[in-house]
């Protein structure tokens, strides 16, 4: 790997690390702020939630939001933490690996299921919360499959790989 490589490999895995510390502290702060004012109603003000004020006595309401953010930083980890372990196995010099292929079928799965949770949810969410669900429109779609057609690329690499390893 070249000096250049290394140097934007450990760039892209630093901002990974970054992204990924930042959505959980958002998430995380933000579930301290609906605890915070499921105990003591009012003494943060009003919660917003994607520019929706957010009713609190409302049942149902705070454990929904809760609920939503938790699911956003699930899914947050489960589609990062794949692409990071596929930067190290690409600075380590070995980006065409089955393993990588698998890896990039589960980020696929994880949009795919954050695509479904935006129909899903709203109708079983209190009416309060239904707005904190943000549809991905087509860019969800089209993420699942440019996901796909990147594995794909990538198993026709490992069948690249191993037929060159075969025939020195």
């Keep these: ?25 958002v998430i995380l ?22 520019a929706q004020a957010l009713d609190m006595k409302t049942p149902g309401v705070v454990a929904a939001a809760l609920a939503v953010m938790l699911m956003a930083l699930g899914l947050a980890w489960a589609a990062l933490l794949p692409l990071i372990q596929m930067l190290r196995s690409t600075a380590a010099g070995a980006p065409f690996t089955l393993a990588n292929v698998k890896r990039l079928h589960w980020i696929a799965g994880t949009i795919a299921v954050a695509y479904l949770l ?12 239904r707005d904190m669900v943000k549809p991905m429109g087509v ?21 690249l790989r191993e037929d060159a390893e075969g025939t020195i």
């Design 139 to 159: 860019d969800g779609a089209f993420a699942i499959l440019l996901t796909l057609v990147l594995a794909q690329i990538f198993r026709e690499g490992v069948r």
């Design 29 to 50: 702060a933000s579930v301290g702020v609906l605890i915070v004012d499921a105990i003591s109603p009012g003494a943060l003000g009003t919660v917003h939630v994607n």
């Design 1 to 25: 790997m070249t000096r250049f490589a290394s140097h934007i490999s450990t760039f892209l895995y630093a901002a990974l690390l970054a992204i990924l510390a930042f959505v959980t502290a």
């Design 118 to 129: 935006q129909f899903a949810l709203p109708p079983i969410l209190p009416f309060d919360a």
